[in-house]
């Protein structure tokens, strides 16, 4: 079955780094554009960065673009988002998603980044 | 950027009964809507894509309509394991959701 483990994340002070994991399992990894969602706590979902099944083509959200930079291995099926330069507004959930023609069918477990001195 | 709005934000009702969400687009987001459940501390689900088809395992109490601007996700008989809040999201240029509707017991 699809499954979308993710980690990394915690406490991380503003202007630090944090490096976000999405292991994927199930399905033919390489095949499909891989997503980033955030949920800031009580607030609803913001899209973050896409990038295609090459990994040649990656897309931001205008609030994240030259801070953060999304990834992947397709020959270790994995998923990643390096996020640098953190600001308080970056506190939330994160969840990496598949992406199935631009809708998203399956969703990791989410894990909470929160920047905080 | 296209703007998705939701109306209302928060909806009391009562199990059994039928509901009804509103999502607007602020430019045309063609039929490429999906509607999302989420409940508290779980990721989303998928509900529905293309505006109007259920996701494999979807009740068939949940469907989608509209097209365009306009887009209506209906549960027509609410069970207990549907108060959630629903999101959609357009796809049709890159990706945006609207800000949720929460579905309340009334």
């Known amino acids: 079955q699809v499954r979308l483990v993710q980690s990394g994340g915690g406490v991380v002070q503003p202007g630090r780094s944090v490096r976000l994991s999405c292991a994927a399992s199930?399905?033919?990894?390489?095949?499909?554009?891989m997503q980033w969602v955030r949920q800031a706590p009580g607030k609803g979902l913001e899209w973050v960065a896409a990038?295609?099944?090459?990994?040649?083509?990656?897309y931001y959200a205008d609030s994240v673009e030259g801070r953060f930079t999304i990834s992947r291995d397709n020959s270790k099926n994995t998923l990643s988002l390096q996020m640098n330069s953190l600001r308080g507004e970056d506190t939330a959930i994160y969840y990496c998603?598949?992406?199935?023609?631009?809708?998203?069918?399956?969703w990791g477990q989410g894990t909470l980044v929160t920047v905080s001195s | 950027e296209i703007v998705m709005t939701h109306s209302p934000a928060t909806l009391s009702v009562s199990p059994g009964e039928r509901v009804t969400l509103s999502c607007r687009a602020s430019?045309?987001?063609?039929?490429?809507l999906a509607w999302y459940q989420q409940k508290p501390g779980q990721a989303p689900r998928l509900l529905i894509y293309?505006?109007?088809t259920r996701a494999t395992g979807i009740p068939d109490r949940f469907s989608g309509s509209g097209s365009g601007t306009e887009f209506t996700l209906t549960i027509s008989s609410l069970q207990s394991e549907d108060f959630a809040v629903y999101y959609c999201?357009?796809?049709?240029?890159?990706?945006?959701f609207g800000q949720g509707t929460k579905v309340e017991i009334k």
């Open positions: 998603a598949r992406d199935v023609a631009g809708y998203f069918d399956f």
């Open positions: 199930g399905f033919p990894f390489s095949n499909y554009v």
């Open positions: 990038i295609y099944s090459d990994g040649n083509n990656k």
């Open positions: 430019q045309s987001a063609s039929s490429n």
């Open positions: 293309g505006a109007s």
């Open positions: 999201q357009q796809y049709n240029y890159w990706w945006t």
